[in-house]
């Protein structure tokens, strides 16, 4: 992708960011980014209070499932296994992003600072 | 005292000894002193942060609390727990992709200001104290338990263990300290959840039926409810537990000691998995501490419980298993202090002294030499407080530490990353108000005044319901970033969109 104009203003002590961030590669990489934090943020925070809402606020998460294990147990676990799924969803995602970040750096940030 | 014991205790001292003084001759620059030069590997500082977290507090405290209060012990493990998605998702890389050396760094790569830099500082500062005296004081009562010695002198221990790492060893040794203890733990508790899982046939659903009638809680120990009755105060506690661990300093200081955002990021993977087996042995711990040990006898050993974990060891593994765990427990006391320490240390010399007095002009060897003359006086002042602290409930100084964090620095490091708008009013604003929002509520709060005597600072009654205050704390830090921010005319788009560009894609040329 030519950009001839960011190229020539790019004497690698003067970056113009405002350019950088107003580019379409960038703004995919940050609509990208968001899509995925935001849900899974807002996701993982419900399901957290949910654990001490529900115990606090009612009984219903006493009744045993496998013996004498109560579902607020398994609830307490499944935060475990929540947690555990998020962190190699993301490691996943984030690699896409690196990507994408990279090639910005070298396109629109370096490439100048070589002239 | 047990020979056995000596001979692990001071197998412990000289290991970490060795350590320091191997991390001692690669300590050449203020960067190797305050961040290992950013050379520790993702797994390296994975562990590493594992080891700052899992602290005395968790290994033995949440040990004894589930122990004794059943299921709402477990809530704690939950909380530190899920902690770590917040710092993955939110913090960590681009915290890398900012700063430098310390939380301000952060901030003032967006706000090249004084006053921001100062109060970031300050509420470092706050936090490391605090915390620290609660780690110091549970420390020295626990040696003391141990090792059967006086409270003094085990605190003086601890602390010129502490002062030894940091003082010549810098991060290094505070970072190979962390990562020995955090393998060592797991492998105690490793041992200990194998052997009670063992006595029950490896059945899990049996050790649940059989610690039904082990306490006496009888059947309801299994439930919520025997700790925390009060929901709003339950709500609380876990936002302070889930916001804080993001605003911790020496947590923070952490994301520093890498090479760039990818191995911080694959250091909170790693992190986030030995947390979470921990967490989830302290279960097994927990249970059988209240099957094997029984809670008449942890809580005779310590009210607070925190003889559980190696009251267990005893009753099932002998003598050997004893001490082992302690030397184990007395390692990881150390290495928490010792990251306390270092990142109070980093908020004097470097950004008090070094950018705000010295402006950023401060040679290579004043930066190194206010580096040690901080830690060192970062270490007396809290060994001295916390020998004066003996006799004092201390308890409320960890919900105050991760109160703060979660209320004036978790604020601060969101806005700056992610809201276009805040400018350096804002800043001050967000972490002053969480600041002081939280001392104030907390020092009205029943952890710090309780009618009965003995169960809290002082005696009296307490002005604000809520022994953790965050619920009201926290908005109120997050409000003060925004009125801050909206009541100053002052804004910096440009300077905005170089944060955002050097934040997500991690270039730090200039």
């Not at chain 1, 703004?27 to 990208?32: G, P, T």
């Not at chain 1, 807002?42 to 998460?61: A, D």
């Not at chain 2, 299921?71 to 710092?87: E, K, N, Q, T």
Request: charged share 15%; glycine share 8%.
């Amino acid at each position: 992708m030519a950009q001839p104009k960011l190229v020539r203003e790019h004497k690698k002590e003067n970056i113009d960011f405002e350019k950088v961030e107003s580019s379409p590669q960038f703004k995919r990489l940050m609509e990208n980014k968001k899509k995925f934090i935001v849900p899974m943020t807002i996701f993982f925070l419900v399901f957290y209070f949910l654990l001490p809402i529900s115990t606090s606020y009612g009984t219903f998460l006493n009744t045993p499932v496998f013996g004498d294990i109560t579902w607020a147990w398994v609830f307490a676990v499944a935060q475990f296994i929540m947690t555990w799924v998020i962190c190699s969803v993301y490691v996943k995602k984030a690699n896409t992003f690196d990507k994408d970040a990279d090639q910005i750096v070298r396109e629109q940030i370096e490439e100048g600072g070589n002239a | 005292m047990d020979p056995v014991v000596v001979i692990l205790f001071l197998a412990i001292v000289a290991l970490t000894l060795v350590i320091t003084y191997f991390a001692a001759k690669r300590t050449k620059s203020t960067g190797d002193f305050y961040t290992a030069g950013g050379g520790l590997t993702g797994w390296q500082n994975g562990l590493a942060i594992a080891g700052d977290y899992l602290s005395a507090a968790s290994f033995l405290g949440i040990a004894g609390a589930i122990a004794l209060n059943g299921f709402d012990g477990f809530f704690y493990s939950i909380g530190f727990l899920i902690a770590y998605l917040v710092v993955l998702l939110l913090v960590a890389e681009p915290l890398r992709n900012l700063g430098k050396y310390t939380l301000a760094d952060m901030i003032n790569s967006r706000f090249n200001a004084k006053r921001v830099r100062g109060a970031a500082a300050l509420s470092t500062i706050t936090i490391v104290l605090f915390y620290m005296i609660a780690q110091l004081v549970g420390a020295g009562a626990l040696i003391q338990l141990l090792f059967d010695i006086p409270y003094w002198i085990a605190v003086l221990i601890v602390g010129v263990m502490m002062t030894i790492y940091v003082l010549f060893g810098g991060m290094i040794a505070t970072s190979w300290v962390q990562i020995t203890k955090a393998v060592l733990l797991m492998a105690g508790m490793v041992i200990i959840s194998f052997i009670v899982l063992m006595k029950f046939n490896f059945n899990i659903g049996a050790m649940f039926t059989e610690v039904k009638t082990a306490t006496s809680h009888g059947a309801d120990y299994l439930n919520p409810g025997i700790k925390y009755t009060d929901p709003l105060g339950t709500i609380s506690l876990m936002l302070a537990l889930v916001l804080g661990t993001a605003g911790l300093p020496h947590i923070l200081m952490r994301f520093f000691t890498v090479k760039d955002a990818k191995t911080a990021r694959s250091s909170v993977i790693t992190a986030t998995w030995t947390i979470g087996i921990f967490y989830i042995l302290t279960l097994f711990l927990g249970f059988g501490a209240a099957i094997y040990v029984g809670q008449s006898e942890i809580l005779a050993a310590n009210s607070g419980g925190n003889m559980a974990a190696p009251l267990l060891a005893e009753a099932i593994g002998g003598n050997i298993l004893f001490a082992f765990i302690s030397a184990v427990a007395f390692a990881t006391i150390l290495a928490v202090v010792a990251g306390l320490v270092l990142s109070g240390a980093s908020a004097f010399a470097h950004d008090i002294y070094g950018e705000i007095i010295k402006k950023g002009k401060a040679t290579e060897r004043e930066q190194m030499l206010a580096a040690r003359y901080a830690a060192l006086g970062v270490s007396v002042l809290s060994i001295v407080l916390s020998l004066g602290a003996q006799y004092l409930n201390v308890a409320f100084l960890v919900s105050l530490a991760f109160c703060i964090a979660a209320s004036a620095n978790l604020p601060v490091i969101l806005y700056t990353v992610y809201w276009k708008r805040f400018n350096t009013s804002g800043a001050v604003w967000a972490l002053l108000s969480g600041l002081i929002s939280a001392l104030v509520l907390v020092s009205m709060s029943p952890s710090v005044f309780s009618p009965v005597e003995g169960a809290a600072l002082f005696v009296g009654n307490p002005i604000f319901p809520l022994d953790n205050p965050a619920l009201v704390s926290v908005p109120i830090g997050f409000l003060g970033g925004y009125f801050g921010t909206v009541f100053s005319k002052e804004y910096d788009f440009k300077k905005y969109a170089e944060v955002k560009v050097r934040a997500n894609t991690g270039y730090r040329g200039q």
